[in-house]
């Protein structure tokens, strides 16, 4: 089987972790919702069958508990997600309340153990960390979670409490990058306050939940990087190399967490970006040399091929793994089982089934691009 080549970056810190669990692989978020397609599960299982797992490499994910959960969220929009999901209905007023039971964030069973599953899993993906590790954990990257209501397909913040694990811990500087196609709105409104925080996030402008403008700030707590549509791999690596690496750099973080949603790439429903899997790989990749302590999660990506590739060929990378050319027959025939309501058969190229590392997107650095820059610096 050919490879592309040797990878080329290796981690400097001790063996990398993967978090996971079998909850992944229940049904939710109902038939047509974006989030219903096949997404962790089949990244653990590509992995697999690629031999991607050393012994004790696959960490299991705990669930948070009520007290850990109320680090962050109202007690009352807890035991309102939990009594939703025990009787299986949502009453009018907890709907309209706590943004539960909705088309956007709909009820179904097991909401509850899923959503206390992603936060225990950055919980314990950041006390793993502790000791100069990286941690993959791609089930995790909810953003959009608010302390007191769902928005945007999440229901608990679970990137918050993997920042929260991190200062419990001492330390005074924590990064928080997000590479997601929607602005990491939740994650950066938790930490206005807090100056031990700084929020990065390079988004798609005028994308749901339209916040996030250049010139939003909070406060001196976060810089925001609203690119344009067709946003490609030489954009991405231009905003890394000239805006996000500079801030990171004077911020100095003791701890580094990443939202690597896969929805800014080429071919996702639901944004207009153009990355290819490679460049968000290589973005990530420039991110860790920032620091030893690090937890990559997951995100957005509602087009199944393209998010098991690209969360699955991450592992990869994070673990030191060399990235085949072709893949071999069982797992051409798993990616080519996959089903989208959001995509049509013959809008499918081989290359999601046959390969797991897109082509490069390489394109011109648009001026609106390098002006991006030169405004989140000054």
């Not at 025990?86 to 943004?99: A, C, L, M, P």
């Not at 990257?141 to 999440?154: E, I, K, L, V, Y």
């Not at 798609?204 to 406060?219: F, I, M, Q």
């Not at 460049?279 to 991110?287: F, M, Q």
Request: glycine share 10%; hydrophobic share 40%.
């Amino acid at each position: 089987m050919d490879r592309i080549g040797k990878n080329s970056f290796h981690i400097k810190q001790k063996q990398s972790l993967f978090v996971g669990s079998d909850v992944y692989r229940e049904a939710a978020f109902g038939q047509h919702h974006p989030l219903s397609i096949i997404r962790v599960a089949g990244v653990v299982d590509i992995c697999e069958m690629l031999g991607w797992f050393e012994a004790e490499q696959f960490r299991e994910s705990p669930r948070a508990t009520v007290e850990q959960l109320r680090q962050f969220h109202d007690e009352d929009y807890i035991e309102a997600i939990r009594a939703a999901d025990e009787k299986g209905s949502v009453d009018k007023e907890i709907r309209d309340r706590y943004r539960i039971g909705t088309m956007e964030n709909p009820l179904f069973r097991g909401l509850y153990k899923r959503a206390t599953t992603a936060v225990g899993g950055s919980i314990i993906a950041s006390e793993l960390a502790m000791d100069g590790r990286v941690v993959f954990h791609p089930s995790g990257g909810t953003h959009h979670g608010r302390a007191d209501r769902a928005s945007g397909f999440c229901y608990f913040n679970d990137p918050v409490f993997s920042i929260l694990t991190f200062l419990a811990k001492g330390l005074q500087r924590v990064l928080y990058v997000d590479l997601d196609a929607h602005h990491g709105d939740g994650v950066q409104d938790a930490f206005e306050a807090d100056s031990r925080v700084l929020t990065i996030s390079i988004h798609e402008e005028k994308r749901w939940p339209h916040s996030g403008l250049v010139d939003d700030r909070a406060g001196g707590a976060a810089r925001n990087l609203p690119v344009p549509r067709g946003f490609n791999d030489s954009e991405l690596d231009f905003l890394m190399e000239h805006a996000v690496y500079p801030l990171a750099k004077a911020f100095d973080p003791q701890a580094l967490v990443i939202t690597c949603g896969a929805d800014g790439l080429d071919g996702d429903p639901l944004s207009r970006m153009a990355l290819s899997n490679v460049g968000l790989w290589s973005a990530v990749e420039k991110l860790l040399r920032l620091c030893e302590r690090t937890v990559v999660l997951g995100g957005g990506g509602y087009n199944p091929w393209t998010v098991v590739r690209c969360w699955g060929g991450l592992w990869g990378r994070l673990s030191g793994r060399d990235i085949p050319a072709d893949l071999p027959p069982d797992t051409r025939r798993f990616l080519g089982g996959f089903e989208c309501d959001l995509i049509d058969e013959d809008e499918v190229p081989e290359a999601w089934v046959n390969t797991l590392a897109d082509e490069p997107n390489i394109g011109p650095v648009r001026p609106e691009i390098e002006r991006l820059a030169d405004l989140v610096l000054n």
